[in-house]
């Protein structure tokens, strides 16, 4: 060595890294996350996103009733409104739930931004770091995210062809307790599960709410696909079963358009006060204009025809799909749901779904690699597959697709003798809007 | 010149770096407008065509990373349609592009690069895996670096340390590409070097050298934090002069233009050691080439400008 260069300092490129609080250390970019570029292109086919089809909306009519709240309430519609929600909107969301069976009081409906924030709220007054949330597993890869911001630990529980196991779910919690642990929260989806595709029986609603009860755990029963079932009545809400021991999340996003970011929680008096003291800390109130063009879309659109509309549409797309997995993936197996969007697939033996994406993205298919599903890393033999915004036909090109993706995996897990991993835990940290 | 360069900039594209490439147009594209350059942001598909017939740029700037943007493909076809482009040529990309092609050629031109084998896919199915991985074990030793043979952004790498990580760093490189580039891991200096071609011939911009808590992987190249830069790096002026050089010698034996990026690890006894080239290298806000330019002096929407105003002129 001759001379040194004056010494430079380094630098993280972010001179805040030192200040970010613990949960923020998790927050990574992830390469799956960034793979995700590229399904929004049209040559991709998707067959990830959550996102509901709104050509089947008629936009002329919704157009006209946003015009008109704008002329005719557009003091109201742009200003601040209630923490709470707006109460007539509040009302009508009591009809759209008591097709699910459920009564309540407009005062029992706090209306948040997308029933995303509920969850948000609700995990925010009840859970302290290191407290315990017990969840379906595979769970809603949103909500895992929002249980691992607040440092929750999130314990699954098996489910089968009819939902969440209760025995499972007695002796997991029983386990839990006498570990001296602090169960939270029972968060399920009962109807239609994301990623699940499963309905909890009708036997089990009652079964698993008194289970909760037994051991002093408050059920969160999140239903945003419960309208959209294909066959017979709606199914009713556990909320329809017990006021007092269940958080209830609804939401307009996948039965109307969730552009307007509208959903709500319904929950016992004093749950439901904290909830509202919670939503004002962090937004001040939902957005008026959304609540009240919702509101004047009830009001004036035969939003129930759209909704069986809606149920039609999205049950010829669920046939596309199981029809196409039989042809080109028979030996994979996977749930036929009964409502809802998504069907969950266990890929046949050896295959590791999150380390076959790229292959898939190069190959022109997406999906959403079971781990995404899991807070423990577990899930890699498993993808979920949405059915709702491509049409039968692309559905049925994006499983050829899927199938001819996996057979090369599969040719190479033989040749390397490899098995599913455990995933790094914080790899899909907070999934992107479209794939919720 | 006569009048405000008009630009092109692609961006996106169908590659697994797709995401990459719209931030790092996104962030040329700032910087040329703030130069005064009329700037439109294009993406690779149907519409890119018609749209240079329509806009009649006087320079593409193709910032694609990954397959088509990184192999020659799109240099091809606004060849075809008579676009000047900055930076490398079909030809020189689709040599810069094969990473294991890359090495022979700068080992030829007397540049240090580790170890390595070149493995399709088929090559396992056909002899066997085990006694494959083993041979090249044997050859090579541990620790091993498993990359696909062509793209970047770390994606598809995996250090291995031990003979049982080796089987699924091959699948999951395998699932970005057909072959594997299997390579000795290089202990040193992990350092990156720009060069930046000017009327007076390629000249090399400070190097900048890479800290990270572990493997420099995507999320070490893109979550702000995890990686601390030296830039310039932390090396004498010997040692300063012989990876600049070494860069700028791997520009010209690869017959790149305009820009490129090399990646190299500065050995304990001091020798820079070729890893890979970037013809299109990354302009994210992390990105080592802008930090580079930084370190170097320039004001970003000076240089950026400059580079174009090279390819109008002819100079690519």
Redesign the interface.
């Known amino acids: 060595?001759?001379?040194?260069?004056p010494?430079?300092?380094?630098?993280?490129?972010?001179p805040w890294?030192g200040a970010?609080a613990q949960r923020a250390h998790n927050?990574?970019?992830?390469?799956v996350?960034?793979?995700f570029?590229?399904v929004n292109?049209p040559?991709?086919v998707s067959l990830a996103g959550g996102m509901p089809y709104l050509e089947g909306l008629p936009l002329d009519t919704i157009s006209e009733t946003v015009q008109r709240v704008i002329a005719t309430q557009g003091l109201s519609a742009l200003q601040y409104g209630s923490g709470q929600g707006h109460e007539a909107l509040r009302e009508q969301i009591l009809d759209v739930m008591h097709l699910e069976g459920i009564d309540a009081h407009p005062d029992d409906v706090v209306v948040t931004t997308g029933s995303q924030q509920a969850l948000d709220l609700v995990t925010r007054i009840f859970v302290d770091p290191g407290d315990v949330i017990v969840a379906e597993a595979p769970s809603y890869v949103g909500a895992l995210g929002v249980f691992r911001s607040y440092e929750a630990d999130v314990v699954h529980v098996p489910m089968d062809e009819a939902g969440l196991i209760p025995e499972a779910l007695d002796a997991c919690l029983t386990e839990l307790r006498a570990a001296g642990r602090r169960v939270k929260l029972l968060y399920t989806i009962p109807t239609f599960h994301n990623p699940g595709g499963v309905t909890l029986s009708l036997e089990r609603r009652a079964r698993v709410l008194e289970i909760a009860r037994s051991h002093g755990v408050l059920l969160v029963e999140d239903n945003p696909y419960g309208l959209l079932g294909f066959s017979g009545d709606p199914i009713p809400a556990i909320r329809s079963l017990d006021e007092d021991g269940v958080v209830y999340l609804g939401s307009f996003s996948k039965t109307f358009a969730p552009g307007f970011r509208v959903g709500w929680v319904v929950a016992p008096h004093a749950v439901r006060e904290k909830l509202v003291l919670a939503s004002e800390s962090a937004i001040l109130c939902p957005s008026n204009a959304s609540q009240m063009a919702i509101s004047a879309y009830l009001s004036t659109s035969d939003w129930r025809a759209q909704i069986k509309a809606f149920q039609v549409m999205y049950r010829e797309r669920r046939d596309a799909m199981v029809s196409s997995l039989a042809e080109h993936l028979p030996d994979a197996t996977w749930t036929v749901p009964d409502g809802g969007f998504y069907t969950w697939v266990r890929l046949p033996e050896g295959l590791?779904s999150k380390?076959?994406?790229?292959?898939a993205?190069?190959g022109?298919v997406a999906y959403v690699p079971g781990t995404a599903f899991f807070a423990d890393g577990t899930g890699a033999d498993h993808v979920r597959l949405s059915y709702c915004y491509p049409t039968p036909e692309r559905i049925r090109e994006g499983v050829r697709r899927l199938a001819t993706v996996v057979n090369a995996?599969r040719?190479?897990?033989e040749?390397?003798?490899?098995r599913p991993?455990l995933d790094d835990v914080s790899d899909v940290d907070n999934p992107g809007p479209d794939l919720a | 010149m006569t009048h405000t360069p008009r630009v092109v900039i692609l961006s996106g594209g169908l590659s697994h770096e797709r995401d990459v490439s719209l931030r790092s147009g996104r962030r040329v594209a700032e910087s040329l407008r703030a130069a005064g350059a009329e700037v439109t942001v294009h993406d690779v598909d149907a519409d890119l065509i018609p749209a240079l017939r329509d806009i009649r740029p006087d320079v593409v700037w193709p910032i694609l990373h990954g397959a088509s943007g990184e192999d020659g493909s799109i240099r091809d076809v606004l060849e075809l349609v008579g676009c000047r482009s900055v930076g490398t040529g079909p030809r020189a990309s689709r040599v810069a592009w094969s990473k294991p092609v890359a090495k022979s050629v700068v080992a030829r031109a007397g540049i240090a690069t580790p170890d390595y084998v070149t493995l399709p896919q088929s090559l396992f199915r056909e002899l066997g895996a085990q006694v494959v991985l083993e041979s090249a074990v044997e050859r090579l030793g541990l620790p091993l670096v498993v990359k696909p043979s062509q793209g970047g952004s770390a994606l598809g790498v995996t250090l291995v340390s031990t003979m049982a990580e080796l089987p699924q760093a091959m699948v999951s490189c395998f699932a970005y590409g057909e072959i594997a580039l299997i390579e000795r891991a290089i202990l040193g200096t992990e350092i990156a070097t720009s060069v930046v071609e000017t009327a007076d011939g390629p000249v090399a911009l400070p190097s900048v050298e890479i800290v990270t808590d572990g493997p420099y992987d995507y999320d070490a190249r893109y979550n702000p934090g995890r990686t601390e830069y030296f830039s310039p790096a932390r090396l004498t002026e010997e040692q300063a002069e012989a990876v600049a050089s070494t860069a700028i010698r791997a520009h010209a034996a690869l017959g790149l233009r305009g820009l490129s990026r090399t990646d190299m690890i500065l050995t304990p006894d001091g020798t820079p050691t070729f890893l890979e080239v970037n013809v299109a290298p990354g302009m994210t806000e992390t990105s080592l080439f802008p930090q580079a330019a930084v370190a170097g002096g320039h004001a970003l929407p000076d240089l950026y400008l400059s580079i174009v105003e090279h390819a109008r002129a002819g100079g690519a």
């Open positions: 060595m001759t001379s040194t260069t010494p430079t300092p380094g630098t993280r490129l972010d890294f970010y927050m990574r970019a992830s390469e996350r960034a793979l570029a590229v292109r040559e991709v590791d380390s076959m994406l790229p292959r993205v190069t022109r995996e040719e190479l897990v040749i390397f003798g490899t991993a």
